[in-house]
């Protein structure tokens, strides 16, 4: 059984680029049927090949509600791909749109709002303001980086993103009781 359903899915990631649009679309409902966090990375680089609009709102909407187990990993991931630039702001509005945890990723995430343009700023905002308590030490090396960017920033409304970031993480501060302390 386990056989047959890695062969439709891996099927279905081959088609995800069909010319046909009818059957990409198939491939994305057998992605969704059948698919787990392995799905994230092909899904990530169709969305990132294509410029068909109905395709994109199918990956992102999968993308969106993904509930699989390691999906939080392989979207970090997913950041560090340079394939996968520009959807990168994609993969980053995934973790609160799919509720995933992603304070285990709060530094790299915060390394690209200060990185990235203003729109990946502002989905790293939404996310961090979206997760609960973190440990000590990620919001001290986090506030750390964006101390230093708030300085360097020159355009106005990232600015702003940043200094919403750096309040939102500074009340933080001391919530998760640092397992490492």
Do not use: C
């Amino acid at each position: 059984m386990g056989e047959k359903k890695t062969t439709a899915v891996d099927k279905a990631f081959a088609a995800l680029l069909h010319e046909d649009d009818a059957k990409a679309m198939e491939a994305l409902a057998t992605i969704q049927d059948k698919g787990d966090a392995t799905a994230i990375l092909p899904l990530l680089h169709a969305l990132a090949a294509t410029g068909e609009p109905a395709r994109q709102r199918r990956i992102q909407g999968l993308l969106f509600q993904v509930k699989a187990k390691d999906a939080a990993a392989e979207l970090a991931r997913a950041l560090d791909i340079p394939e996968l630039l520009d959807v990168r702001k994609t993969a980053i509005a995934a973790f609160w749109n799919a509720g995933l945890d992603a304070s285990p990723y709060t530094v790299r995430l915060v390394q690209i709002a200060v990185e990235g343009d203003a729109e990946e700023a502002f989905e790293v905002l939404t996310v961090i303001e979206n997760l609960d308590a973190l440990p000590e030490q990620t919001v001290k090396m986090a506030l750390q980086q964006l101390g230093q960017a708030l300085l360097r920033e020159q355009d106005a409304y990232k600015h702003t993103l940043l200094k919403d970031l750096q309040q939102v993480l500074s009340g933080r501060s001391g919530a998760a009781g640092d397992p490492e302390a």
